[in-house]
T-cell receptor, first 113, second 113 residues
Framework: NAGVTQTPKFRILKIGQSMTLQCTQDMNHNYMYWYRQDPGMGLKLIYYSVGAGITDKGEVPNGYNVSRSTTEDFPLRLELAAPSQTSVYFC????????????FGEGSWLTVV | GENVEQHPSTLSVQEGDSAVIKCTYSDSASNYFPWYKQELGKGPQLIID?????GEKKDQRIAVTLNKTAKHFSLHITETQPEDSAVYFCAASRNTGGFKTIFGAGTRLFVKA
């Protein structure tokens, strides 16, 4: 009963480095999302996907890229990491696009120094 | 743009007391209103939700009320327990016109034993 699984859980990056946050779900959901949560703040949508091969920007997409080659996987790529990308990142999925429960992973804590 | 305002940002109650968290939304097309609980170091998890055709919904010690005319909805927790301590997020979502789920900024609830 894994649900949404994210890796890594913690990572420290140097400014200018790149990395990929991995996300996989086993609920056969078509819809997947990446959110970031800054300290004491709410959730901001970075990117989302409505199915394999289809992605779209959310509220705060700059500095990130995504791909969706399979239903299960939705990796988030950070290129040229900046201190402003220090945050907690949540991958999520849902059975429908809106109007229903969103299932979140446990989060990935990223610090850029 | 559309937003969801959530109050208070922090709430401290004595064990056994009630806690109320309020949210106001701006998108009149919103028709689904979930509440998520985020425990320390975890991803948000759905605890209760309500749809626009219902005014109130209850599940044991938690209840949610919705006033569509005033565009606000509230979470009520009765007989609070220390394990209720967490961050609570409200959200407003609609299932027309593409993806649109907006989260509130969150309320940190402390239940003192």
């Amino acid at each position: 009963n894994a649900g949404v699984t994210q890796t890594p859980k913690f990572r420290i990056l140097k400014i200018g480095q790149s990395m990929t946050l991995q996300c996989t779900q086993d609920m056969n959901h078509n819809y997947m999302y990446w959110y970031r949560q800054d300290p004491g703040m709410g959730l901001k949508l970075i990117y989302y996907s409505v199915g394999a091969g289809i992605t779209d920007k959310g509220e705060v997409p700059n500095g990130y890229n995504v791909s969706r080659s399979t239903t299960e996987d939705f990796p988030l790529r950070l290129e040229l990491a900046a201190p402003s990308q220090t945050s907690v990142y949540f991958c999520a999925s849902s059975p429908v696009l809106s109007g229903n429960t969103i299932y979140f992973g446990e989060g990935s804590w990223l610090t850029v120094v | 743009g559309e937003n969801v305002e959530q109050h208070p940002s922090t709430l401290s109650v004595q064990e056994g007391d009630s806690a109320v968290i309020k949210c106001t939304y701006s998108d009149s097309a919103s028709n689904y209103f979930p509440w998520y609980k985020q425990e320390l170091g975890k991803g948000p998890q759905l605890i209760i939700d309500i749809r626009s055709n219902v005014g109130e919904k209850k599940d044991q010690r938690i209840a949610v009320t919705l006033n569509k005319t005033a565009k606000h909805f509230s979470l009520h927790i009765t007989e609070t327990q220390p394990e209720d301590s967490a961050v609570y997020f409200c959200a407003a979502s609609r299932n027309t016109g593409g993806f649109k789920t907006i989260f509130g900024a969150g309320t940190r609830l402390f239940v003192k034993a």
